[in-house]
Nanobody
Framework: VQLQAFGGVLVQAGGSLRLSCAAS????????TGWFRQAPGKEREFVADIRWNGGTHYSDSVKGRFTISRDNAKNTGYLQMNSLKSEDTAVYYC????????????WGQGTQVTVSS
């Protein structure tokens, strides 16, 4: 599985942004895909994931503001980010868990999201 994340830009606090993750190599939608982020000086953290059956999970810090989705026909996943805060500034990564068991073995390159206050 190959993943490519894109869409990160500089945005003002309170604004919105949608990240995309283009996938190839295995039937999209048959496995779990997720988003993680890493801010400067901090460890990478979980943001959201969408399971093979459509179920979604979010970290408490983004719940209610971010929405994860996917378009199986386009082999693309999305992370819609609303009400952005300066603390959302980070490099965002998409990842794949082919066994749907919480093991993230496949990662895309990161895309930088910067939220200015």
């Amino acid at each position: 599985v190959q993943l490519q994340a894109f869409g990160g830009v500089l945005v003002q606090a309170g604004g919105s942004l949608r990240l995309s993750c283009a996938a190839s190599g295995r039937k999209f939608g048959s496995y779990t895909t997720g988003w993680f982020r890493q801010a400067p000086g901090k460890e990478r953290e979980f943001v959201a994931d969408i399971r093979w059956n459509g179920g979604t999970h979010y970290s408490d810090s983004v719940k209610g503001r971010f929405t994860i989705s996917r378009d199986n026909a386009k082999n693309t996943g999305y992370l819609q980010m609303n009400s952005l805060k300066s603390e959302d500034t980070a490099v965002y990564y998409c990842a794949a868990d082919l066994r749907n068991g919480g093991t993230w073995l496949y990662w895309g390159q990161g895309t930088q999201v910067t939220v200015s206050s």
